[in-house]
DNA sequence: GATGAATGAGATTTCATTCAT
DNA sequence: AATGAATGAAATCTCATTCAT
């Protein structure tokens, strides 16, 4: 089967695996059911993919490797843009795209839930063997830290362009933001969809805010050095 | 068996759940190992815990019953103190809460994850019926908005007493601190402690940084009126 | 489970695998229809045998067990016989005991052809995984040259009594009646029994035939010295 | 394809599938190997044999007739012979036969285990439907008797000729070594080959002693007068 | 006729969960 | 309440066999 057949078909069986696992969640998912979802028998989807974890991972990589075409295409749109705007651009893209895909973005967080500092060598006790022996799990490594190494470069962009104030580190304030994002992300989950409130909060409202604040924490020299004054007593 | 009597037993079994669970994840838990953790057999194990999930719910239960006593806690050391105070002490409280316990954390995103917003009738499609049957997921319910709920009626309270802004909501910025808190624990679990630094940034600062900015937003003026202000763009 | 209990429970499965494999024979055979045969689930028929071949080599044990206990009653009842009744009575004891199991004749020429001299330390790429891990396998092996030994030692014991002729070579006689009774049953299962005539010969009067021929080749001293002079020419 | 190419890339397809049935045996055996074994695919061997059953018993098959050729220039050799000399140089030459090709050996084994007299119409519900649909199995059916006809013919030669006594019946002394070879065959096919003892004993004395067997039970009156007069009391 | 992909049947395994004693 | 045995559901695997191109 030439290479782009094989793909089509492989996206064909990750889309009925997505159909399946948002409809009932992993767990409840059978492999029986995904197959036949797809058109195809068992033997057939284990062929493709060889293990309920694998397909997951699998589902993982596409919506990583989802969120990252949305952040270069965010770039794109951005390029011209100061670097603030680009950054901001960047994490209400990421907040997008985790309200508009549940598993998604339930699959990213297992995912960085899971993964557990890959940097450094630490015990594997709780992977199971067919995660450790997916492909995707790999593949997941290698593009992991890229919406994050993205937006640490706009933010320099930003402050060489004079959009974002020149004494914040970027890594710091990448993984601020990211943490931002999983917060939101979070309390979005569990709640549904950001339509309805939650706690009478409209969530839309959160996400405004919480990109309100990125921007001010980015380039607001006030605010800035009000937070630098903010004692902590803690 | 006295009450008493059952109940260590059913705190000896938990212990030994948190144990496993905390080495190799839910998945990868057998409930065999667990009972022979526990020095006992599957069966008076399931006697205790009427299934795996149930269990899982019950350590869930006790996390979030801990991190209420914390709470608690935490308000009566702060009863004198201001209101601001009080909150940002209950924010580093659960964040403390959430770097001693992993296991406990993840418990409770995991829960926060499922209910998907109980208030409303939504499609309970994705809950087992283990997870419908379990006391433990009826006994959460009646505890599960206690820290939110708490943490509000500080904020009023600081505003009370004025050292909390008078125009914020209180729920919306509980949400919001509840937010930042999820976006901290998760990227903290995503590294394993808060001592390893992730892409060199030493998440203590993080956490630091996250309780100045959640004071600054209760009380500093000027912080506020800069955010009221920022243009979005969006 | 007590062991009695134990080796109850598995003698019911071994029926039930015999009325199966000889219904339908072992490609054919499925484990699910064994198990419900047995009036049990399939997994517990594997917590019993852990494989089909397992299953199948329990019954091969059973046959050459029963085959023994056969020779050893055999034994006995002509214990004040002499030795060459006691032979020729071992050689149609088996002879009958493949008439009346045809199953079990199956399973003991399978060993046999399977095992293939066990004393040499052959080349074991024929054997499948599960042979080599079956218990059974390693039981059969044990008790596998018992029927040989017991039929050359009462062969010497009517050396000793004089009934059978002093110059001939026990080991060698034994092998020799081994091969009749084989021939003799393969004939035998190619036709079904021996009641119904194969190319009009009643296979009784093959059975007697081959029986006299044993009884004048250990005792008819005319008959050995003629064999002693036959030319061979070949 | 000339009917003489394709009748060329058959044997390849058979020699290959002997090597690798002879290698590993039956069970273990897979079509891919085969196939592979063969320079072909898997499919263009199903092309030529439509299963492996059908491979099996095209094998059988040319046993058979490579056992019927050697029947054929065995009698040819000796049509000047005494029938009695003739016969047993049949039986010479099928034991030899198995001495030389374990595989066909066993294959013809098989062959006449299951066949379990087609002459008769018994229930066919241990053979597959692969058996059933094999055009080798229909061509077996043929020519399994050859070997035996001609020996019972030659037999009756033997009678004209006067060197084999007249009163014993061609078909039941057909039988009859018939036995003796296959007792013979298995005997040495559970041994590996006639050079290497089993117990001791040198199996070709085995081979020995059946054919000088053979020919007194054939020709001699003494032997013959003898085993009327055995008494069995069995 | 050749090829790679797919199918179908059934063996085997793993566990959570339940039963019988 | 404790124990060992059994169950049921689903994952996974192995191959012979078939399909589509």
Avoid: H
Avoid at 10 to 33: L, P, Q, T, Y
Avoid at 34 to 44: C, L, M, R
Avoid at 129 to 146: G, R
Avoid at 187 to 216: I, T
């Amino acid at each position: 089967m030439k290479e782009s057949k094989k793909s089509i078909k492989e996206n064909n069986i990750i889309e009925a695996a997505e159909r399946v696992f948002d409809a009932v969640g992993f767990k409840n998912a059978k492999m029986e059911d995904i197959a036949s979802e797809a058109g195809i028998t068992k033997v057939t989807l284990y062929s493709y993919f060889q293990s309920k974890e694998n397909l997951y991972l699998a589902i993982t990589y596409r919506a990583l490797q989802t969120l990252n075409e949305r952040y270069y295409s965010c770039l794109d749109r951005n390029k011209n843009a100061k670097g603030v705007d680009s950054v901001i651009a960047l994490i209400e893209t990421f907040m997008s795209f985790c309200e508009d895909n549940f598993l998604y973005s339930e699959t990213l967080l297992d995912y960085f839930s899971m993964v557990r500092s890959t940097s450094s060598g630490q015990d594997k006790s709780k992977l199971t063997e067919a995660t450790k022996e997916s492909i995707y799990y790999l593949k997941l490594q290698d593009i992991q830290n890229l919406p994050f190494k993205l937006t640490a470069k706009e933010i320099q962009r930003g402050q060489e362009d004079g959009s974002i104030l020149s004494n914040i580190d970027p890594i710091f304030s990448t993984l601020q933001g990211w943490s931002f994002i999983i917060g939101y992300t979070k309390v979005l989950n569990a709640n549904g969809s950001n339509q309805s409130p939650l706690f009478n909060v409209n969530l839309n409202d959160l996400k405004r805010f919480n990109l309100k604040l990125a921007r001010a924490l980015l380039s607001n020299e006030v605010v800035a050095n009000e937070l630098e004054n903010v004692d902590l007593l803690v």
